[in-house]
């Protein structure tokens, strides 16, 4: 089980989640406000965070900003808006999963083991790869994939985790058509309980990362997304 750190300014919404995080066998910290978060991050090495944006001294978004200056830890956002801009906004800094309130604190659960099994999967798959170049449009675009580093005209570039997820698993399977179903379940996992509009939203942050190639994401209608390589 994990040792989860929940951040909220709300005791309820902390008493809700620790209760059933507390059930499932998890370990439970709490902290009222983003401020309290950073330095309990800095003290503690923490399996996942559950983190609220709207929260006095410090927003969740700086807080997480923070947080990943010297860590990789996990982090799920929770929001009373489902507005794409805080998506985003999150994404970009690097959270694995954002939800919006009221929540079932079942799928929180769900999420929880979803977020986790990926961490997992990517580090015992990152250690059995060999090293692999991938060189593409005559060069501009490289791929480290041992590494994952992506480099465009020999300038390494900074991707959130997930944009490295998205971009190596379509990188793997270039030029094959890849349903938006396929995508959630290898990339999300298949116990992801995010929905469609979440891929859509890291597929347009993964093209803004890779700029003047960001044609090399064909849009499928009605059915996803290939990779031209």
Do not use: Q
């Amino acid at each position: 089980m994990y040792n989860l750190l929940v951040v909220d300014d709300e005791v309820r919404i902390r008493s809700i989640i620790k209760k059933y995080a507390e059930f499932e066998g998890h370990t439970v910290a709490e902290a009222a406000d983003g401020m309290e978060a950073v330095r309990m991050a800095r003290m503690t090495e923490y399996d996942l965070i559950i983190m609220d944006i709207m929260m006095p001294e410090l927003d969740g978004f700086s807080a997480c900003r923070e947080i990943r200056k010297s860590s990789n830890v996990p982090i799920i956002m929770l929001s009373a808006r489902g507005e794409e801009y805080d998506k985003i906004n999150g994404f970009e800094l690097g959270i694995d999963d954002y939800v919006v309130k009221p929540f079932s604190p079942k799928e929180l659960m769900l999420r929880i083991e979803a977020v986790m099994k990926r961490v997992k999967r990517g580090a015992s798959g990152a250690a059995k790869k060999e090293n692999v170049i991938v060189s593409l449009d005559g060069g501009g675009l490289r791929a480290d994939v041992t590494a994952r580093i992506v480099y465009i005209d020999d300038k390494r570039i900074d991707m959130s985790p997930k944009e490295y997820d998205l971009f190596f698993y379509m990188l793997d399977n270039k030029n094959v058509a890849l349903s938006r179903e396929k995508l959630i379940s290898d990339v999300w996992g298949y116990d992801f309980y995010g929905d469609i509009r979440t891929l859509d939203t890291h597929i347009k942050l993964l093209r803004k990362s890779l700029g003047r190639y960001a044609n090399l994401i064909v849009t499928l209608r009605g059915v996803g997304y290939r990779f031209e390589g």
